[in-house]
């Protein structure tokens, strides 16, 4: 069964930092871009980051460019979105999801983790 | 904001038949595929709808999608209890480099 597993949040201070994690089963983990995409309390969907499956491309939203950084682990099947300098705003649900192709450009997310929840506040 | 427009909120009685609207501009919509996501209450989204009109293995033929322009739909027959959930749409965004979401559209069986 494809499946992915997403882990890591919790609650943090403004400013500070946290990894989340996406383990992935099911499917060639490396054939295939990932991506991060959150949503905040009553709100609707926005993509955060993305990355090709070699690892070697990697994509940001405006709104957390210099902030946070994407990575993989091809051998651990294994996604991670490391968040520093977290602010109020940046308080959602995080959801990792599978792109279709091995590139990240213009591909549909086509299963996605069960999301783990990021609330920044003092 | 979002960038793709949906109405908030649509309803439809069972069985009805029932459409989501998305807008868009020509450098998301106009050049690139539309997705239509669910997401059903306190769950992760699910892929509904890919390439315009196209349907996932075990999505039911009753949802279908279509795109004009800068513009799509997502139609929904035959509508159950099971239906009520949130939609979106989503496309690539030639300006951004990325891909964007619609604000999404809640769907109530009356």
């Known amino acids: 069964e494809v499946q992915l597993l997403d882990s890591g949040g919790g609650l943090v201070q403004p400013g500070g930092s946290l990894r989340l994690s996406c383990a992935a089963s099911g499917f060639t983990f490396s054939s295939y871009a990932m991506s991060w995409v959150r949503q905040a309390p009553g709100k609707g969907l926005e993509w955060v980051s993305g990355i090709s499956g070699s690892g070697g491309s990697t994509y940001y939203a405006d709104s957390v460019k210099g902030r946070f950084t994407i990575s993989r682990d091809n051998s651990k099947n294994t996604v991670y979105l490391q968040m520093n300098s977290l602010r109020a705003e940046d308080t959602a649900v995080y959801y990792c999801?599978?792109?279709?192709?091995?590139?990240?450009?213009?591909?549909?997310?086509?299963?996605w983790g069960q999301g783990t929840m990021v609330t920044v506040s003092s | 904001q979002s960038v793709l427009t949906q109405p908030p909120s649509a309803s439809g009685t069972p069985g009805q038949r029932v459409t989501i609207s998305c807008s868009g501009s020509?450098?998301?919509?106009?050049?690139?595929?539309v997705y239509w996501y669910q997401q059903l209450p306190g769950t992760a989204p699910k892929l509904l709808i890919y390439r315009n009109n196209q349907r996932p293995s075990g999505v039911p033929d009753r949802f279908s999608g279509s795109k004009s322009g800068t513009s799509a739909s997502l139609a929904i027959s035959g509508l159950r209890s099971e239906d009520e959930a949130d939609y979106y749409c989503?496309?690539?965004?030639?300006?951004?480099?990325?891909?964007?979401f619609g604000g999404g559209t809640k769907l109530t069986v009356l």
């Open positions: 989503a496309a690539w965004d030639d300006s951004l480099s990325g891909p964007i």
């Open positions: 020509r450098s998301n919509i106009g050049n690139n595929y």
């Open positions: 999801a599978k792109a279709e192709y091995s590139s990240f450009f213009r591909s549909a997310f086509d299963i």
